[in-house]
């Protein structure tokens, strides 16, 4: 009995020294499997100046991300790979780095694991802190309106001063966290966000100029009078509410886009006016924080009414059933990832970055990128939905009603004027800082062109809107 139980212990104690092996195996491949991910390949730097850039149909796949002084990096999660463009037909010099992607059955793993939730940078964190909690949206004139009394006397009146303004009738509405303040001299009304204030329905401007009657006029508006309508900085209450799709969509969609070309705002826009997460192919932690809480779920769970990617391989563009296809500027778009890479979501590069060696080579990189991401979903894309960003800007509602038709989502009205009056989102870059000099080159101008064209030749032979005239004169 005794030997029995020696042995039987003598067992146990190399089966904990098995399993205790075992586990730091596990944690080694893991640790491996991290670097592998996260690793970033560094390009060799062109003293020369910029290279020609290479074949179009040799741009498949975006170029390894940058590292040198002061550019900071975020690693994509689905470029691990790397292989070498040769330098014929049209040339890029041999050597340079174009990542592809491969082995998805390993980049496919959960995202959370790798990345930080925080902002990038602790200066950055410590400037969404100071930014406020209304000082991200700006103030919105919606319009002038003619408003019966009967629609009056369902809103409180905040306000009835003989000196009051504009001015301090938003500031009451915003103190009291509600997102309309309706203005006629001496009244200030607070309300939500509501169907009667539609663009539908507003009069002319000129009949709101006489709304500045003076101190002796205190009487409470007659029985139709029109009023000006502001936007306050806060965000309607039911505008908050998001969720995932209640039922797992079989279809995937996907919001594609160049980096820079304004993918996070249009989710910003989609998920208001929809009501409904988008996911993301990545994970970005500063995203999530911020309200993307689609950035966490599974990219294929079906759950988010469409999902973010950057991707421009065969394999990665055919795995989605249909695509909203957003298309920028390349000179706005190379200059907004640049801003990014360099100072974060909200941040500018500063002078000296945008005269650094890095600034070339960013464009000699990604200029080819622009152009290849585009070209790659008008060939392999199915269901293609082609969005410019600048028609966005131009006529915000009927192109968010194009894309919410193409998600087959209704939109209420009140969804949409939220939509319209929250517009900017947490990732609006404040004001309007650029370089003071022209960051772009004769020879980076005459490449970026010719990807111009070559890309409008290509929405046209698919029949799909060419690139607005603004990108560049014909």
């Not at 329905?201 to 006029?217: R, V, W």
């Amino acid at each position: 009995m005794a030997v029995a139980l020696c042995r039987l212990n003598c067992l146990l104690r190399r089966a904990r020294v098995l399993l205790l092996c075992l586990g730091i195996a596990y944690l080694m491949a893991g640790s491996v499997l991290l670097l592998q991910r996260s690793g970033v390949r560094v390009a060799h730097p062109n003293p020369a100046g910029l290279a020609p850039p290479p074949p179009l149909s040799a741009l498949a796949a975006p170029p390894t991300a940058l590292r040198a002084g002061g550019l900071g990096v975020r690693a994509r999660s689905r470029w691990a790979a790397v292989r070498h463009v040769s330098g014929g037909g049209g040339g890029a010099k041999a050597g340079r780095h174009w990542p592809a992607s491969q082995n998805l059955g390993v980049h496919h793993l959960h995202r959370r694991w790798f990345h930080s939730l925080l902002p990038e940078t602790p200066q950055q964190r410590a400037s969404v802190l100071r930014s406020g909690r209304h000082k991200v949206r700006n103030i919105h004139y919606r319009g002038c309106f003619k408003l019966p009394k009967s629609t009056i006397d369902k809103l409180a009146i905040d306000s009835s001063q003989p000196n009051l303004t504009a001015q301090s009738c938003i500031g009451t509405c915003t103190d009291k966290e509600l997102p309309l303040a309706v203005f006629r001299e001496p009244h200030c009304f607070c309300t939500w966000t509501s169907s009667l204030f539609s663009l539908n329905l507003q009069s002319d401007n000129h009949k709101c100029s006489g709304n500045d009657t003076g101190a002796a006029n205190v009487t409470f508006p007659s029985q139709h009078d029109h009023f000006q309508v502001y936007h306050t900085p806060v965000l309607d209450s039911r505008c908050k509410e998001r969720m995932f799709l209640p039922q797992r969509s079989s279809s995937l969609v996907a919001l594609s886009s160049f980096p820079g070309a304004g993918n996070t705002w249009v989710r910003h826009l989609i998920e208001l006016v929809t009501g409904y997460y988008t996911g993301s192919f990545y994970f970005d932690g500063t995203l999530y924080n911020r309200g993307f809480k689609g950035e966490k779920d599974y990219w294929k769970s079906g759950r988010s009414i469409c999902v973010k990617t950057h991707e421009s391989g065969q394999k990665e563009i055919e795995m989605f059933d249909s695509a909203v296809l957003l298309i920028r500027n390349p000179y706005r778009s190379l200059m907004a990832e640049f801003n990014r890479k360099c100072a974060g979501h909200l941040g500018h590069a500063t002078d000296a970055q945008w005269r650094s060696k890095e600034w070339p080579e960013f464009v000699s990189s990604y200029a080819p990128w622009w152009a290849s991401h585009a070209l790659s979903w008008l060939k392999w894309g199915r269901g293609l939905l082609v969005v410019h960003y600048e028609d966005l800007q131009a006529a915000l509602l009927p192109q968010l009603r194009l894309i919410t038709a193409f998600l087959n989502v209704t939109p209420t009205e009140e969804r949409l004027l939220c939509a319209h009056s929250n517009q900017d989102g947490y990732f609006k870059r404040s004001g309007a800082k650029h370089p003071s000099f022209d960051p772009f080159s004769a020879s980076m101008r005459k490449m970026i062109d010719s990807f111009i064209n070559t890309v409008d030749q290509a929405l046209q032979s698919r029949n799909f809107s060419r690139l607005p005239q603004e990108y560049l004169p014909r």
